[in-house]
């Protein structure tokens, strides 16, 4: 899934209010080979809490995980990464996810322009003995960049992940980065283009590369909906996946 994530993003240049709360939830499906001859499939299906006051955003997502495939695969979305560990049994496990907490601040919002800078964390809450997680917590920074052109929207956004290091693995720590475009197609709906890139985590691995196209539809000042697609160009990236989320602000 978009490192960005592509659930987040609002119909044009994001504007923040002095409170505000938001509730999500959703499924999001996803199947690759990650590398291995047997597919991984998962469903992750998260509750995300947001919460914006003044220039902050404060972001919780809190997943339920599936996941059916050979057991280097570990973890999902943005945070699933392919163990070189020469084990690859096939199994499949279910369980709660790993927890992520993110902030960011509004640096910038002058005119058609937006920067925010945002730091993240990883909690490794998820079961590393059924392959939901790394069993480490990882640390992120980056920097989002927004820019409105009439009813387009240009975004962009550069991080660095620090990686937590299983028992004998020494895992590589990425830059990630992500280009996008949206366009407001009516006052309630838009849609969108996103490539998402991270650098490979092992020396034997693979970099993720991403393509995710989405819909976002508004249907009253408080709902939401959104679907989007993703297809993967690398051995670490799903061969295809998708998604339909809502959401609820208060």
Do not use: C
């Amino acid at each position: 899934m978009r490192i960005l994530p592509v659930v987040w993003l609002a119909i044009a240049l994001p504007s923040h209010a002095d409170n505000s709360l938001s509730f999500s939830t959703g499924l999001d499906f996803s199947t690759g080979k990650y590398g291995a001859t047997e597919s991984t499939d998962t469903l992750y299906m998260p509750f995300g809490i947001k919460y914006e006051t003044d220039d902050w955003t404060f972001r919780a997502t809190i997943p339920y995980v599936e996941s059916t495939g050979p057991s280097t695969v570990s973890g999902s979305g943005a945070d699933r990464i392919t163990l070189n560990n020469g084990q690859s049994t096939r199994r499949k496990e279910a369980g709660l996810g790993d927890i992520v907490l993110s902030g960011s601040w509004s640096a910038l919002q002058q005119g058609p322009w937006l920067v925010e800078l945002a730091a993240k964390v990883k909690l490794a809450t998820a079961d590393k003995n059924k392959g939901l997680s790394t069993g480490e917590n990882d640390f992120s920074v980056q920097t989002e960049v927004y820019r409105t052109l009439a009813s387009h929207t240009l975004f962009g956004t550069l991080g660095y992940k620090k990686m937590g290091d299983p028992d004998g693995t020494d895992l590589k720590d990425p830059f990630y980065a992500s280009l996008g475009w949206s366009f407001r197609a009516t006052p309630s709906s838009a849609l969108g283009l996103s490539y998402d890139y991270r650098q490979k985590v092992q020396e034997s691995g693979s970099p993720i590369r991403e393509l995710t196209g989405f819909v976002t539809h508004k249907l009253d000042p408080h709902w939401k909906l959104q679907g989007y697609l993703v297809s993967g160009y690398s051995n670490a990236s799903p061969d295809v996946g998708g998604g339909v989320f809502v959401f609820y602000t208060y």
